[in-house]
C-alpha cells in the first residue's frame, strides 16, 4: 500500500526550461512534506519543505506547492541546470506518528542543454 | 566536516551470515534511522531512534534488529542475511522529528548469495 506515489518514473526537461515533478499522497493524516535530491552513489540531501498550513514554498529555484484537497503536491524548478539531473523523493510524516517519514518511489530527472 | 558516516559501503555475504552495518554522526543529533532502497520502492524506513537507549520500528523491520547506546553510534545488525535483504542501504539523523532535514550517509551496497 503505497501511501506516496510519484507516478513518474522520469522526466527529461531542455536546460533554462520549468521542471515539474509531482506526488500524490493517500493519507489525509499527512502534515508535513519534503523533497530529497539523490545523485548516483550518494545519500539524498535535503532540498525543500512545506507544512499542510501553506500552499507554497519558495527557495531560490526551487518551489513546492501543495493542494490538500487534492492531496497533491508538485515541485517546480526554474530554470533547470544539467545540476538538476537526480532522482527527486518527496516524502510526508502524519500527525499521528511525527517519527517516520514515508518516502515516495522517486523521479529521475534529466536536464540536457 | 564528517557528517553521517556509513561503512562498509559494499559487502557480499552467503545466505545465512550476519553482519553489522555501522553508522556514526558527529553532529549530535537526536534523531537517526536506517532506511533500504530497492528498485521501485523508493526509500523505506527499517527501523529509527529518538535517543539514546530508544530505538523502535519503521515499516519494514523483519531480519534486522538496532541498538543505540550513544548519540553517534547506530549499528544495523542482519541476524541471518537472506537474498531479499540485498538492497542498498542508507543511514540518516536529523535534530528533533522527522519533519526535520535529514542528514543521510552515502550508503552500503549489500549483496546476498
Known amino acids: 500500500d503505497q501511501q506516496v506515489k510519484q507516478n513518474s518514473p522520469s522526466l527529461s526537461v531542455q536546460e533554462g526550461r520549468i521542471s515539474i515533478l509531482n506526488c500524490d499522497y493517500t493519507?489525509?493524516?499527512?502534515?508535513?512534506f519534503l523533497w530529497y535530491k539523490k545523485y548516483p552513489a550518494e545519500g539524498p540531501t535535503f532540498l525543500i519543505s512545506?507544512?499542510?498550513?501553506?500552499d507554497k514554498n519558495e527557495d531560490g529555484r526551487f518551489t513546492v506547492f501543495l493542494n490538500k484537497s487534492a492531496k497533491h503536491l508538485s515541485l517546480h524548478i526554474v530554470p533547470s541546470q544539467p545540476g538538476d539531473s537526480a532522482v527527486y523523493f518527496c516524502a510526508a510524516r502524519a500527525t499521528y506518528n511525527t517519527d517516520k517519514l514515508i518516502f515516495g518511489t522517486g523521479t529521475r530527472l534529466q536536464v540536457f542543454p | 566536516n564528517a557528517g553521517v558516516t556509513q561503512t562498509p559501503k559494499f559487502q557480499v555475504l552467503k545466505t545465512g551470515q550476519s553482519m553489522t552495518l555501522q553508522c556514526a554522526q558527529d553532529m549530535n543529533h537526536e534523531y537517526m534511522s536506517w532506511y533500504r532502497q530497492d528498485p521501485g520502492m523508493g526509500l523505506r524506513l527499517i527501523h529509527y531512534s529518538v535517543g539514546a537507549g530508544i530505538t523502535d520500528q519503521g515499516e519494514v523491520p523483519n531480519g534486522y534488529n538496532v541498538s543505540r547506546s550513544t548519540t553517534e553510534d547506530f549499528p544495523l545488525r542482519l541476524l541471518s542475511a537472506a537474498p531479499s535483504q540485498t538492497s542498498v542501504y542508507f543511514c540518516?539523523?536529523?535534530?528533533?522529528?522527522?519533519?526535520?532535514?535529514?542528514?543521510f550517509g552515502d550508503g552500503t551496497r549489500l549483496s546476498i548469495l
Open positions: 512545506i507544512s499542510s498550513i501553506k
Open positions: 540518516a539523523s536529523s535534530y528533533g522529528q522527522s519533519n526535520q532535514p535529514q542528514h
Open positions: 493519507n489525509s493524516m499527512f502534515d508535513y
